[in-house]
């Protein structure tokens, strides 16, 4: 899992220019860009739950990776969390009202009116744009995750999304 991590570590020839930047310079730049845009409020909650994690679980937030099967050529990830069970890789959407979908849809929508890709289909092109950068012995780490704010209800018809299961047995 090492070299895992190390991937996604920042070299220090890449940090930013404005890397001795306060605490509070930072809060307030990351204030700012939370109000931009509507799901970046979303992603922002959820980095707040993903900080309480044990310090051994590392992750990652709005990571641009290439993507060359994308239209922009890139895919940018909400979260991505390193643990010792896997590498969770988090899509997260930030609505309010009614979506309607399915496991087998490739549009979802929101209140029958505004459409969205299905999210499980995005956050697999996610997994495998980061797969491309990663040796193969890693490739069945990851683990696709897909968070809605309590904003929103479901009228999905494959109930089966909802379930949760583990093949990791607790002692």
Partial sequence: MIPLISFFKKRKDEEQPNSNRTFTQIKEKKTEKVASRIGELGEYKVDIQLDQLPKYYKHLSDLLVK?????????????IVITPFGVFV??????????????????????GQFKMMNPFIQNYGHI???KNFLDQKFHHLFISMVSFTKRCTFKIDDLELRKIASNFNCL
Avoid: C, F, M
């Avoid at 993507?67 to 979260?79: C, E, I, M, R």
């Fill in 90 to 111: 988090i899509e997260t959407k930030n609505y309010q009202g009614t979506i309607y979908g399915g496991k087998d849809r490739k549009t979802w929508s929101v209140n």
């Fill in 128 to 130: 495998q744009a980061l």
């Fill in 67 to 79: 993507n060359p099967k994308a239209k922009t050529g890139y895919s940018q990830l909400d979260h």
